[in-house]
């Protein structure tokens, strides 16, 4: 299995996203640490991989808090020994309006807090990695050059992400360890079923495609799990396009 024994933590692992990366990882023989803020929801998807036949276990953790963030860390390094793979899926939180109008505050919330969360999840697992010369960070939702307009300070936080990957990357990389983005044009999935306006943005998303098609959550779950694996060893300071072509390199 591509992740056989690797140790995972993955925040925002009760979301869509982040649950189908919880358990693409554990199908993959990761053991994984799912963390986020609602106790019941992480309770569901450790569940699930567990009647899988997977190893989870699921922590409360504020993912924009340094000591939560470091002592959920600490803790899964001294029960295991390690942190081989660690994946922020956390929403940022936005209002999406047009620049000209939008209030300041509400502009630099999701920048803030994207900053934020990748600079301590990120801090937290390279004090373990760097002990072992090895380890994989992953950030999810990196924009590309296409702008869309009125969506606030929401595609600026994903350009700040990027920033910090190339950061980290640089200064992580003669440690062994990787860091790469995965973004994508949007996955339909990840949208309730009572979503306002779903039907209108799902196919939005597909014929902003190449492919017509969104991406699903088990395409985003199969290649972050590769990314994550030895076999993208040589993979860092980059972004891997899960768009289906609506993100054009």
Known sequence: MLLDNK?????GAGGRIGGAVARAFAAEGAVVFLAGRTRARLDRVADDIRASGGTAEAARVDALDEESVDAFVDAVAEQTGRVDISFNLISYGDVQEPLATIAAEDFCRPVGNAVRTH??????????????????????????????????????????????????????????????????GGVPESLPADFPGRAEIVAGIEEATLLRRGATLADVGDVAAFVAS???GSMTAATVNVSCGALLD
């Open 7 to 11: 140790v995972a933590v993955i925040y």
């Open 230 to 232: 030895d076999r993208a």
């Open 119 to 184: 600079f301590l999840t990120t801090r937290a697992a390279a004090r373990h990695m760097v002990k072992r010369s090895s380890g994989v960070i992953l950030a999810f939702g990196g924009s590309g050059p296409e702008a869309v307009p009125g969506l606030g300070g929401f595609v600026v936080a994903l350009d700040a992400v990027e920033g910090l990957r190339r950061q980290w990357a640089c200064e992580l990389g003669p440690h062994g360890i990787r860091f790469v983005t995965l973004k994508s």
